[in-house]
C-alpha cells in the first residue's frame, strides 16, 4: 500500500520560512506527478505547487517566487519563504502515478501569523 507521510508543518512568523517534507512508501519514480495542494478554512483547496518526473514546475500565481518544489527518490520537497498570514493552511503532498491514480498525504498544518 503506498503512504505519503509529510513533515515540516509549524508555526512561523510572517516572513519567516519552512521547508516542507513528503516521504513515500515506496520510490517516487513511480510518480509521474508529485507536488503539494493546501487548504485553508472555509476555502477551497488549491494546488500550490507541482513537478514531474523530468524536473518540470507549476506553481499557484500566490506563490511563485517565494516557494520551490524539488524531490528526489525519497521525497518531495516544498520550500516555503517570505511566508504570509494568507498561506496558513493544511498543506498536504500528493502523487500521481502512470495510471492517473492519486495518492494523498493527510497533511501537515502550516501557521503563519502576522
Known amino acids: 500500500q503506498v503512504q505519503l507521510v509529510e513533515s515540516g508543518g509549524g508555526l512561523v512568523q510572517a516572513g519567516g520560512s519552512l521547508r516542507l517534507s513528503c516521504a513515500a512508501s515506496?520510490?517516487?519514480?513511480?510518480?509521474?506527478?508529485m507536488g503539494w495542494y493546501r487548504q485553508a478554512p472555509g476555502k477551497q483547496r488549491e494546488l500550490v505547487a507541482a513537478?514531474?518526473?523530468?524536473?518540470i514546475t507549476n506553481y499557484a500565481d500566490s506563490v511563485k517566487g517565494r516557494f520551490t518544489v524539488s524531490r528526489d527518490n525519497a521525497k518531495v520537497y516544498l520550500q516555503m519563504n517570505s511566508l504570509k498570514p494568507e498561506d496558513t493552511a493544511v498543506y498536504s503532498c500528493?502523487?500521481?502515478?502512470?495510471?492517473?491514480?492519486?495518492?494523498w498525504g493527510r497533511g501537515t498544518q502550516v501557521t503563519v501569523s502576522s
Open positions: 515506496v520510490s517516487t519514480l513511480s510518480f509521474n506527478v
Open positions: 500528493y502523487g500521481r502515478d502512470s495510471t492517473y491514480t492519486t495518492y
Open positions: 513537478i514531474t518526473s523530468g524536473g
